[in-house]
C-alpha cells in the first residue's frame, strides 16, 4: 500500500473514531421536560389514588409551537385533568377528560402556555397473576406529545407496586422466613427452606392461596427459629463437654502429682 493510501486509511479511521465517540458521549433529545412528578410508590387494589406531573420546556426538541399531549393508564375508572399555565404561574386554562386513554389535550404558544400539569385519578386495578421474585406493577400514567401530522413522541411513563392485603401479609411472611433462614448461620435449615418453597408456589401464579402461602411461611420461620436453637444447644453443650474434660484431665494430673510427692516412713 503506498504512503497516500495510507494516509487516506488514517484519517478515515480517525474520522470514524471520532464520529463514534461524539456519539456515544451525545444525549439524546427529550420531547418535553418533566419539572415535578408526584406518583404513589404502591396502591392496594380497590384504592383510589391520583397522580400528578408538571410539564415544561414545552417547545424545543421538538420545536412545535402547538402539539397535544395524550396519555393512558390502567387505572379504572379514570379521570385526567390537564390544565395549562402561563410564564407568570397563573392559570389560563384546563381540559378534563374519562376513560384509560385520552388525546385532544392542546399546548399552544400563541395561547401563552409555558407549563402543564397533567393529574390523573382512577382506581387500583386487579393483580393478574403473582410473582413473589418480583412486585407486580401497573402502568399508573404515560405520556406523550403528538402532532395533527402523525408524529408522535413518548415523553415519560409512570409504574406503580399494586397489591391486596392479603398478599401483602404472605408477603411479609415470606421475608421473614427468609431472615430466619439467613440469621439461623450454619444451622441445619433444610426443613424450614423446603417449607419456604412451598410457600412461594402457593403465593405465585394466578390462583394464589395466600393463607397456605402465610402458613407455610411461619412454619418455615418456626423452623428455621428451632433449628438455630437446637445448633446453639448442641454448642453449649459439647462446650460443657469439653470443659469438663479439661477439668477431669487438670484433676488427674494434680493428683498425680500429690501422689508422686507423697513420702512414706517405712519405720512408721
Known sequence: ????????????????????????????????????????????????????????????????????????TNLTDVTWTVTYYDQTGSKVGSDEFDGQNFSGATVSSDDGVSEVDVKVTGTVPEVTEYQYEEEQSFLLMGLSQSRNGGASNAIQSWETHHYTTESADARAAIENAEAAIESAGGADTQQAE?????????????????????????????????????????????????????????????????????TYDKLG
Open 194 to 262: 423446603q417449607s419456604l418453597t412451598q410457600a412461594i408456589r402457593a403465593f405465585d401464579g394466578d390462583n394464589p392461596d395466600f393463607d397456605l402461602a402465610t402458613e407455610l411461611a411461619n412454619e418455615a420461620e418456626q423452623q428455621a427459629g428451632s433449628a438455630q436453637q437446637s445448633s446453639q444447644t448442641m454448642q453449649m453443650a459439647m462446650y460443657a463437654v469439653g470443659g469438663l474434660v479439661a477439668l477431669l484431665v487438670v484433676a488427674g494430673g494434680f493428683f498425680w502429682y500429690r501422689s508422686n510427692q507423697t
Open 1 to 72: 500500500m503506498t504512503r497516500t493510501n495510507l494516509n487516506r486509511s488514517s484519517k478515515l479511521l480517525a474520522l470514524v473514531a471520532c464520529t463514534l465517540l461524539l456519539s456515544a458521549f451525545a444525549a439524546p433529545a427529550a420531547a418535553v421536560s418533566v419539572a415535578e412528578e408526584d406518583a404513589p410508590a404502591e396502591g392496594e387494589v380497590g384504592e383510589q389514588v391520583s397522580a400528578t406531573v408538571t410539564l415544561d420546556e414545552l417547545y424545543k426538541n421538538p420545536q412545535w409551537n402547538t402539539w397535544s399531549v395524550t396519555g393512558q
